[in-house]
């Protein structure tokens, strides 16, 4: 795959992924779903931000950073969703050596208060917000609740319901 120069990073309303070697690469048409970007093998990035290459350089560096909140201290709290960050990671599995590769999503609101995910509820609730909304940022910042859904065998998972729900 060709990576582009720093003077093809994507406008505020496109995809912002970089490739194996951390180049940026072309972004997503709008008419490709978030979900496409994320089913490959590669190591992904993908943000809403908006602002200059410094900008983007410092807000995916601050969503990785040790400033980022953990979700458990919002659960059933409103949060309030301006920009997202999807990266991959790789976790230790349940079994001894086991390694998983999944995706981080980090949610940061108008005041840049970030807070990170490790949930496949997560990523699909984003999904979603961006079927219904589109790639953001959102301006005024979506609100929604954080809910943790029990699952069986003892597990659960977390997922984003919006404060709106009038249909």
Known sequence: ???????????????????????????????????TLLTGDKRTMICNY??????????????????????????????????FFIHSVRINGETDGEIIDTFRTVIVDGDRNAIAFVSEGILASIEQLVAAYGMGPFDPPLKVVLRQ????????????????FDF
């Not at 859904?149 to 709106?164: N, V, W, Y």
């Open 1 to 35: 795959m060709e990576t582009a120069s720093k003077a093809a990073i994507p406008n505020a309303n496109q995809l912002v992924p970089t490739g194996d070697d951390g180049a940026f690469v072309p972004a997503l048409s709008p008419e490709q779903e978030l979900s």
């Open 50 to 83: 908006d602002g200059t290459p410094e900008q983007l350089a410092g807000f995916m560096s601050y969503c990785q950073s040790s400033s980022v909140k953990t979700s458990a201290a919002f659960i059933n709290e409103e949060i309030a969703i301006r920009w």
């Open 149 to 164: 859904i029990d699952l069986k065998g003892g597990r659960s998972m977390f997922r984003l319901e919006s404060t709106k």
